[in-house]
């Protein structure tokens, strides 16, 4: 019997074939090449024990999360090819392959990350989104900031590629996540 196993458009299609025994080799180096292919390219959905309403979808791989939650990312923030992505649910369309699963669960914001050194940023974007004396207190420090530091600040993030409307919660994400003269300013 031989196994011939392909990948197509997200569905796993196979088919049989009748063969002699010295072929069970084949079958069994398909079966472990298989279980690698899956290892290499899933997902998990993981609602946050904290906030029922925040998504967290770790990814086996950076490639399998940005054709994933790209698109999406592409429409918040106008980039698709990230460390980790975060974004409020109302950008999710149908024709995207989480809508079933937010929708079901009644989820209003999603952070993707392949590597959990990024969880803490993609938190930081949820935590902005959800608690509004947080979200006061940051807008705050940003009007309140040095106009030569603002500007420096807005001049790095513009050369990351973000747009206006993500500057100030990319900035508190970048700031309380990494080291103190990430921007290269003190603050």
Not at 103 to 114: L, T
Not at 141 to 163: A, D, H, P, Q, R
Request: hydrophobic share 35%; no cysteine; net charge positive.
């Amino acid at each position: 019997m031989l196994v011939k196993i392909q990948y197509l458009n997200n569905y796993l299609i196979y088919k049989l074939y009748i063969m002699d025994k010295t072929s069970i080799t084949k079958i069994i180096l398909l079966i472990v090449l298989f279980i690698v292919f899956l290892e290499n390219s899933s997902f998990n959905y993981e609602i946050d024990k904290n906030n029922p309403k925040l998504l967290i979808i770790r990814f086996s791989n950076k490639k399998l999360m940005n054709e994933e939650l790209g698109k999406i990312s592409y429409r918040y923030e106008g980039l698709s090819n990230l460390e980790g992505h975060n974004f409020p649910a109302s950008f999710i369309k149908k024709s995207d392959r989480i809508y079933d699963f937010v929708k079901k669960n009644n989820i209003e914001y999603v952070v993707g990350i392949y590597d959990s050194k990024f969880l803490l940023h993609e938190k930081l974007h949820a935590k902005y989104y959800f608690d509004k004396k947080y979200k006061q207190q940051i807008d705050k420090e940003w009007n309140n900031m040095e106009v030569s530091k603002k500007n420096k600040i807005i001049t790095f993030l513009k050369n990351l590629g973000y747009n206006n409307k993500v500057l100030i919660d990319e900035y508190q994400a970048y700031r309380y996540s990494e080291k103190d003269n990430f921007f290269g300013v003190d603050l």
